[in-house]
T-cell receptor, first 113, second 110 residues
């Protein structure tokens, strides 16, 4: 049972390059999320998808786009990477409803030079 | 902005001792959740306490919630080396979002 799978695990980009981070879950969850984690800070929500076909901005959406490809997959795209986007990116999923825990992937460590 | 703030930022204890960390928040919640993160890994859900609950237990974990003080605590009893990790509280409001604090880094010394 894989849970939430993120690819790639590591990536180095140059400023201005574009990249898509992939996320897939096999738990049949309706909701999916993208977070970034920076040193000394908690996770900050970039975008989320409450259900297939919907996406909404989180706390820090600028510079990112997302696609909910189907119920399993939720991708995050950096169109023109900036050094400020150097971070660890986590994807998560959950069942619908308030009292549901989120299940996280192991992250993508992204460095932008 | 972070809606859950953990205290202390770091904690070092001897194996077998108890570890207590606190979380404060600013606005009303639907529930409050605690997560653990081992180095280089994703977050793992530990326990969820609803706003109408005051205490929950799960194995060696005990969570309390005081909505009048807007605070929660996580107690890990009889700590083990494997408990070395960062612990995060996350506030759930009446939407699909969780707001995380900056975390408490716990080191359990053998």
């Amino acid at each position: 049972n894989a849970g939430v799978t993120q690819t790639p695990k590591f990536q180095v980009l140059k400023t201005g390059q574009s990249m898509t981070l992939q996320c897939a879950q096999d738990m049949n969850h309706n909701s999916m999320y993208w977070y970034r984690q920076d040193p000394g800070m908690g996770l900050r929500l970039i975008y989320y998808s409450a259900s297939e076909g919907t996406t909404d901005k989180g706390e820090v959406p600028n510079g990112y786009n997302v696609s909910r490809l189907n119920k399993r997959e939720f991708s995050l795209r950096l169109e023109s990477a900036a050094p400020s986007q150097t971070s660890v990116y986590f994807c998560a999923s959950s069942d619908s409803g308030n009292n549901q825990p989120q299940h996280f992937g192991d992250g993508t460590r992204l460095s932008i030079l | 902005s972070q809606q859950g703030e953990e205290d202390p930022q770091a904690l070092s204890i001897q194996e077998g001792e108890n570890a207590t960390m606190n979380c404060s928040y600013k606005t009303s919640i639907n529930n409050l959740q605690w997560y653990r993160q081992n180095s280089g890994r994703g977050l793992v859900h530990l326990i969820l306490i609803r706003s109408n609950e005051r205490e929950k237990h799960s194995g060696r974990l005990r969570v309390t919630l005081d909505t009048s003080k807007k605070s929660s605590s996580l107690l890990i009893t009889a700590s083990r080396a494997a408990d070395t990790a960062s612990y995060f509280c996350a506030r759930r409001s009446n939407d699909y979002k969780l707001s995380f604090g900056a975390g408490t880094t716990v080191t359990v010394r053998a």
